[in-house]
C-alpha cells in the first residue's frame, strides 16, 4: 500500500471528526423502513459510524485495511460543506508519513495501542498521546 492509501484508510477508519454537533429536525422526517424523526428530535450524524457500515466497506468495516479497494469515506464532509483543505491535509499528512519514515524506519509505538488514552468528546477523535520509539535514524 501507498501512503495515500494509508492516509485514506486513517480518515476512514479514525476520522478527526466522530459527530457533527446536534442538529435537530425542522419537521417530521419518515425513513425508509417506516420509523419516524419527530419534528424536534435531536438527530447526531456520525462519520465515524458512517464510514464503518458495512453496506460501503462490507463485512471488514471496523477493520484498519490500507489495501482496501473502495477509498470512499465522509472525513472532510460531503457535497457543498467538502472541507475545502483536505487536499492541503492529504499532502501534508502524506509528505511528513513519507519523510518520517524514511528518516526512521524503525519508528513503533513504545506503548501497546490498548494504552492509548483517547481524548474525551463527542465530536473530536484522537489521542492525549501517542509515544513512540524512533529507533536509529538515517543519515
Known amino acids: 500500500a ?23 429536525a425542522v419537521r417530521d422526517i419518515p425513513l425508509p423502513d417506516g420509523r419516524l424523526i419527530p419534528k424536534g428530535a435531536p438527530i447526531l450524524a456520525s462519520y465515524a ?5 458495512p453496506s460501503w466497506h462490507g463485512e471488514s468495516a471496523d477493520t484498519f485495511d490500507a489495501t482496501r479497494p473502495v477509498k470512499d469515506h465522509l472525513a472532510f464532509g460531503h457535497g ?21 519514515f524514511e ?3 524503525e519508528l ?7 494504552e492509548l488514552r483517547p481524548v474525551p468528546s463527542l ?3 484522537g489521542h492525549r498521546e501517542v509515544p513512540v520509539r524512533l529507533g536509529r535514524g538515517r543519515g
Open 123 to 125: 465530536i473530536s477523535n
Open 80 to 100: 457543498i460543506h467538502f472541507c475545502l483543505g483536505a487536499p492541503l491535509a492529504r499532502l501534508e499528512v502524506g509528505t511528513v508519513l513519507r519523510e518520517l
Open 2 to 24: 501507498s501512503w495515500a492509501d494509508v492516509v485514506e484508510e486513517t480518515l476512514r477508519h479514525e476520522p478527526a471528526v466522530k459527530h457533527l454537533p446536534l442538529r435537530y
Open 103 to 105: 528518516r526512521f524506519p
Open 108 to 114: 513503533e509505538l513504545a506503548v501497546p495501542v490498548a
Open 49 to 53: 459510524a458512517a464510514n464503518r457500515h
